[in-house]
């Protein structure tokens, strides 16, 4: 065999939800939100001063990171920003999982989490939910390598409660404890509160779902300084000018207009609960969501076929082949009108 095929990096990669190009689908499989973002990113984005495409960006992504850091009244250096959370979570794994013991995550989680292990070589371990889905936390008090939990959990929309957090933070001391709030604008109390009681946690955020800007590529981390400082130095190590200029200037407008980010959230808890009240009416199980999704399952009729059948239609939620959670379909919370279509079909394959 050719010497580079055998020392080729292999790799499992991570299967993202389908991105149909064509228009005229209901699209409710990958969390994206369904109202435009900010008014304010669309009239910076109209003003944006084309000629300093000319010049690289800021490696520091200043304004950027200054402005979450006052959002979330914290310093600067507490702050990393990365193309979206995937690439934050994926350098964070980098930085600081390093060890010979196995890192911990749910065996029912974001997906990613064991393609980047495998990629970087990381030793890791998957101890299971509880039936009903939620974190045994004793499975967290064994040596390891670091830990990762997300919270509310993706894709089964449930969260934690903080203090179950706190103590796995509290118990692990030597390790890093990444908590990916993909989700948390959409319910539950964020680990932020811990940042300052524990030099061990790294909190993980994105504005591709609760901020409408998924295609912009924006996510953050927050923790410790010194946590920083070793982000910094790995992302410094690997490309320094990953944040383009639109996104840094886009994303800064965003955090700008809290009136009309706290109306989009509000909007999408009221029509997820609306939902979920209407799926349980024609029997399906709704898990309690604390996020833009809800994760169902249906008392006769199997997931899969939902799928393949509300795909004919041309209406597309999150299926996954994998045990424990295969007969479940994901729905991401699309607007009023789109789910007054999707629960008119979905009653029908239901009868
Ligand atoms: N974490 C979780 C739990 C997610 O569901 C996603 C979305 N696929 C991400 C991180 C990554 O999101 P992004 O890279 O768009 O910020």
């Known amino acids: 065999m050719l010497e580079w095929k055998v020392n080729v990096r292999e790799t499992i990669p991570y299967v993202p939800g389908e991105q149909p190009q064509e228009g005229n689908i209901i699209k409710l499989n990958t969390n994206e939100n369904p109202y435009p973002p900010a008014p304010k990113v669309a009239s910076m984005a109209e003003q944006m001063d ?12 200043g304004m950027l990171t200054d402005k979450l850091a006052e959002y979330h009244g914290v310093n600067s250096n507490q702050v990393f920003v990365g193309v979206g959370s995937d690439d934050v979570l994926a350098m964070a794994f980098l930085t600081f999982f390093n060890s010979d013991k196995p890192i911990l995550f749910p065996d029912i989680t974001y997906s990613f989490y064991k393609v980047w292990a495998g990629l970087f070589k990381i030793p890791y371990s998957n101890p299971s939910l509880n039936r009903d889905f939620t974190i045994n936390i004793q499975d967290y008090m064994v040596p390891n390598g670091g830990i990762v939990i997300t919270n509310p959990n993706a ?7 903080l203090s179950s957090i706190e103590d796995i933070v509290k118990a692990n001391p030597c390790s890093v404890v990444i908590v990916d709030e993909a989700y948390i604008d959409f319910g539950g109390e964020s680990a932020l509160s811990l940042i300052e009681k524990y030099d061990n946690v790294l909190v993980v955020r994105t504005f591709s779902k609760s901020r409408s800007m998924a295609g912009m590529r924006i996510g953050y981390a927050v923790g410790n ?3 920083i400082n070793a982000l ?21 407008e965003s955090v ?6 706290q109306s989009t959230l509000a909007k999408i808890v009221n029509t997820r609960e609306n939902v979920k009240e209407q799926l349980e009416a024609i029997g399906f199980s709704v898990l309690e969501s604390a996020t833009n999704f809800l994760f169902a399952t249906h008392e006769r009729v199997s997931a899969e076929s939902i799928f393949n059948d509300l795909r004919k239609k041309g209406i597309y939620v999150r299926y996954f082949k994998t045990p424990r959670i295969d ?11 789109e789910m007054a279509i999707f629960m008119e079909e979905i009653t029908k394959l239901v009868k």
Do not use: A, W
């Open 155 to 161: 894709p089964t929309s449930l969260y934690e409660p």
């Open 327 to 337: 007969n479940y379909i994901r729905i991401t919370i699309g607007t009023d009108e």
């Open 225 to 227: 300084e010194e946590l």
């Open 232 to 252: 910094k130095s790995v992302k410094l190590s690997y490309n320094s000018y990953t944040m383009n200029m639109p996104s840094i200037i886009l994303g800064t």
């Open 50 to 61: 084309t000629d300093k495409f000319r010049l690289y960006p800021d490696p520091d992504v």
């Open 256 to 261: 700008e207009d809290e009136q009309y980010f």
